[in-house]
């Protein structure tokens, strides 16, 4: 482990190793300072969190009361039939009676094809991307930087750049429309992963592989056995990030998905939107829609979040 | 080992002989992983890139390949007014996106790290991270609306005037610009947060020692110190930034008037929507490329310029 | 946590399986054939669910799935459906749009199944077939049904105003000061003072009730919202239609007239652009905006407003002495892509047979082409007490005219589009919709 470089081993535990002096020391006095900085860090906190409290009771409400209650930080006109046509639970006939559009929405299956395509490409991508950063760390093989810049070089290259392309390879294939074909472009690798998880393995003592191999394990086995093991925070860190982009990500699975059979979840909100009658919006539906697209990942949050934001410290330290 | 990634180990003397045949040794293994990572590489970046060129010297269209036309998509791009103004728009964007995104993540960094280390603030923080783009614009559609938006409502209690966020010409950049703020603050929050705390506390100490206000000891030791995290986070946010196509797509379509018709957007409308031309996207996409290239490239020199201040 | 690698491997394993049996895309063939329909009316959804229902009666080995997507993202969708080669068997088709669709290949010819199944084309109302007619001489689509608008204005504010029916029956119009209509929108328009936009101290920045509401659709055809009056003058989109290669946008009556429509907001009787977002529809609703354009396929929703009654006047009479309304035949075309063609076949003739076209006429949501649905249409809004003669008073005493139909209508549609807005917003005045059109005829040229 090195001293000087801020050692990417640090947060692994609680991410203040001098919390236990700055607590004996934080004396409990109010300046002036202490106010504002609070005063500031609340406001800032409520301008993140009150949209979320808005979709909620926007989603609780009634269409035909929302313009005359605009003002009203309660929900008007109590409702749950802005969800229930968010989960294509109502009939055509109440949809249109309460402003909707009486189109059908598959939300459980959004909801599946989002988690069949953000753990296909997070698992894949991670475990792969750990395979090839693994050997430009501690392996020396000929041509292993020119290799390794070229990888790195992908980092520049724009989204839409390989979008058009990647578009007609996925069509010619004939996976178009189909969840493998969504994830594949990042299934194998994105050089930003492999970037990370290079200067991760690239940290790790030499002597505990050194001490493999003089036992006789092969390759393979070492890299599985001890140094995956051994860089699990990097590599949990890195999955966090990718299931969230992968969760997350809308242009590509618009050109590819065309029909329900592969639509993710991010794009069964455009489709609710753009089944909007065609009057007003149906903005109880649709922020009903938008609550439920955004829930699985917010409750994943709930459940792991010391673990996620930790992860996300983690990645500062490059 | 180095913190930022260089590929080549500095001052590495002429290999000798036996290291070199223990390279090629490893050279089977090495393949083996680094295999699955060439495929994808090769496949969905190298293959595509090359063939985004080669698109953007054709006149292909999405319903059928063309052919070779040389530069004829780029000298329409250059006289293209539209273009010019997707690009205009989007550096707009980046600025006013990345710098107040900059601005406040640092504050907020700074905040978390001097005033609490509440685990329930940071997660907070981070909760519009983990909703898509396109539920953020649609959020912000219904709140910034200019009839039923709750936001109007209030300024207008307060006495002000309607304000038209997404139809205003000279305001809807700096609306989606917020509203990815909004997204992305807590992101970049946390990880300078992170890099904050690789700083020792006992310069703060010290600082306190001799007297130093807590403003001082952030100009003279935080940001210091905080630099180069803040450059690399910077350029990789920028990066991202200029590829804003979400919240275009789902809260104005590029409107109104072109006025928010960023540059991936109006790709995305050309290659799809306008002519369905995929040479003349292509055309685009290499110019981005290029621009982003030149970023990335400004990015390597200044992490390398700003080197640990701490050494 | 070698365990955790190796449920890690597991577990893709299971999920790439999983993903591989669930990417069937849409639904899978099974016993029965499913030809997927796109439209974009929302309001036409139950009709047509119906008629979907009738048809697999008498076709049991034929469903239908009815999919529908809003008109801003339908084309957009569709083309990208193209371009992925996974596009709906049938859809509903715009005289304005078809034709690019037509020059890429991507729709049916429809003249040798017409041909061999001795379809009666003669049945449909005159000057509906006609158009879907490509310039190469191929049918592309059996005409549905057909359209035009006018204008939806309070009953209530009217008559505040003190107007009747007549009155805006009666209205006249000229590009250079409005005519009588003007002074209607006018007098319709209160400010938050309670003056009306007629009288002296009336002020255009705080107004409370516009007179003529705005529709925020900015395209070239201009249905939604100028065609009425610029079809009133000695003027068409272009040099010939359909199939014209030259649009006339730079005429200085046509841009006079076009002034004067966004000239409108300045003056505070209509609103800038920007204030509302929502179609006429939710304007006129929600009691601010006194009257607004709309297509009939509205009639329903509007007459369905709460706390609003709603009464149809038609265009204002202009230069040329009569009134005029952008008159559009829908029809269905089937994608060439279709695995389904004979299917889909059989559900665009049903579509364009008296069988449907009854069913679709008892929902009273438009009005079909075969002359007799679309008496058994009006005698459905009859009964509902809709008064819909506005909409037929463009045949019987006035003018109609087609939509601009023309190849490479996307790319004309997007500088047009612009064109327009930028006029409505400030940014530019009517004169500039000559370099506008000089573009537009420069991509038509092509």
Known sequence: MTTTAPAPAAPIADPTPTAPRATRRRRRRLTPGRVLGWAVLLVLMLATLFPFYWMLRTALSTNAALPGGAADPLPVGLSGEGFRRALGLA??????????????????????????????????????????????????????????????????????????????????????????????????????????????????????????????????????????????????????????????????????????????????????????????????????ATLLAALPMLLLFLAFAKRIVNSIGFTGIK | MSAVGTPTRPGAPARPARRRSQEVRNLPAALLFVLPAGIGFGVFFLWPSLRGIWLSLTD????????????????????????????????????????LQTVLAVLVAVLMHRLTQSMAVRGLVLTPYLVSNVVAAMLFLMLLDYQLGFVNEVIEGLGGDRVMFFGDQSLVIPTIALVNVWRHLGY??????????????????????????????????????????????????????????????????GGPANASNVIQYYIYEVAFSRGYDFGYASAMSVALLVVLAAISVLQFRLTRANQNDMA | MRKSVHVAVAGSLVLALGACSSAGGSGSGGSGDEISYWLWDSNQVPAYQACAAAFTEENPDVSVKIEQFAWDDYWTKLTASFVGGAGPDV????????????????????????????????????????????????????????????????????????????????????????????????????????????????????????????????????????????????????????????????????QKAVGWFYGLADKGYAPAAGVFSEETLTQVGSGKVAMGTNGSWATGTFKALDGVDVGIAPGPVGP???????????????????????????????????????????????????????????????????????????????????????????????????????????????????????????????
């Open chain 1, 91 to 288: 009939s055509v006939e109440e949809s249109l009676a309460d402003g909707g559009s009486g189109a059908s929405m598959d939300f459980p299956r959004y909801l599946l094809n989002s988690v069949v395509v953000a753990a296909l490409v997070t698992v894949c991508q991670v475990f792969f991307s750990a395979m090839a950063a693994y050997a430009f760390a501690r392996l020396r093989w000929p041509g292993r930087d020119v290799v390794y810049s070229v990888f790195l070089a992908g980092l520049m290259v724009p989204t839409i750049f390989t979008l058009l392309p990647n578009f007609l390879l996925v069509r010619d294939v004939g996976l178009l429309d189909t969840l493998p074909g969504i994830a594949l472009p990042t299934m194998l690798m994105t050089p930003f992963a492999v970037f990370f998880l290079r200067q991760f393995f690239a940290g790790i003592s030499v002597e505990i592989e050194e001490a493999a191999k003089l036992d006789g394990a092969g390759r393979f086995r070492t890299f599985f056995t001890i140094v995956l093991p051994m860089a699990s925070p990097a590599v949990v860190t890195l999955a966090v990030l990718t299931y969230i982009t992968a969760w997350n990500d809308y242009l590509w699975p618009l050109l590819v998905s065309q029909s329900d059979g592969s639509r993710v979840l991010t794009l069964a909100l455009g489709i609710f939107r753009a089944q909007s009658p065609q009057a007003a919006p149906d903005w109880a539906g649709l922020m009903a």
């Open chain 2, 60 to 99: 292909s269209t999405a319903f059928r390949a063309g052919g070779f036309v040389g530069l004829e998509n780029y000298q329409r791009m250059v006289a293209d007014p539209v273009f010019w103004n997707a690009f205009k728009v989007t550096v707009w964007y980046v600025l006013l996106n990345i710098g």
């Open chain 2, 188 to 253: 970049t929050a946390l990880l300078l947060f992170a890099g904050l705390q690789t700083i020792p506390e006992h310069l703060y100490e010290a600082g306190r020692v001799d007297g130093a206000s807590e403003l001082r000891m952030f100009r003279s030791i935080t940001m210091p110190l905080l630099r180069p995290y803040l450059g690399l986070v910077l350029i990789v946010t920028m990066i991202g930034s200029f590829q804003v196509f979400d919240t275009v797509s789902v809260a104005t379509q």
């Open chain 3, 91 to 254: 859809f509903v088709d715009h005289l304005s749009k078809y034709g690019e669709f037509a020059a890429q290949g991507q729709i049916v010819a429809l003249d040798d199944l017409v041909e061999r199944d001795a379809v009666d084309t003669s049945v449909y109302a005159d000057g509906l077939l006609d158009p879907w007619q490509h310039a190469d001489g191929s049918l592309y689509g059996l005409p549905k049904d057909w359209d035009t608008t006018a204008f939806f204005y309070n009953e209530q504010l009217v008559a505040d105003a003190g107007y009747t029916a007549e009155d805006l029956w009666a209205a006249d119009w000229n590009p250079d000061d409005g005519g009588t209509f003007e002074e209607i929108v006018a007098h319709l328009t209160v400010d938050a003072h309670g003056v009306r936009g007629d009288e002296p101290g009336f002020d255009a920045s705080d107004v409370a009730v516009y007179g003529l509401g705005i529709n925020p659709n900015f395209e070239e055809t201009g249905q939604m919202q100028w065609a009425n009056f610029t079809g009133t003058l000695d003027w068409d989109y272009l040099d010939k239609n359909p199939w014209g290669t030259r649009y006339n946008f730079d005429d200085a009556e046509f």
């Open chain 3, 320 to 446: 040329t002495g009569e009134r005029a309304s952008l008159f559009n035949g829908v029809a269905d075309s089937i994608s060439a892509s279709s695995t389904k063609q004979d299917a889909a076949w059989e559900w665009v003739t049903f579509l364009g047979s008296a069988d449907c076209q009854d069913i679709v006429a008892e929902h009273a949501v438009v009005f079909p082409a075969i002359p007799g649905s679309a008496e058994k249409a009006l005698a459905a809004f009859d009964a509902k007490g809709w008064d819909v003669s506005a909409f037929f008073s463009y045949q019987d005493e006035g003018r109609t005219f087609l939509p601009p139909i023309t190849v490479r209508a996307g790319e004309v549609n997007a500088i047009a589009s612009v064109a327009f807005e930028d006029i409505a917003l400030g940014n530019t005045d009517a004169s500039s919709l000559t370099a506008a059109n000089e573009q537009i005829n420069a991509v038509l040229e092509d």
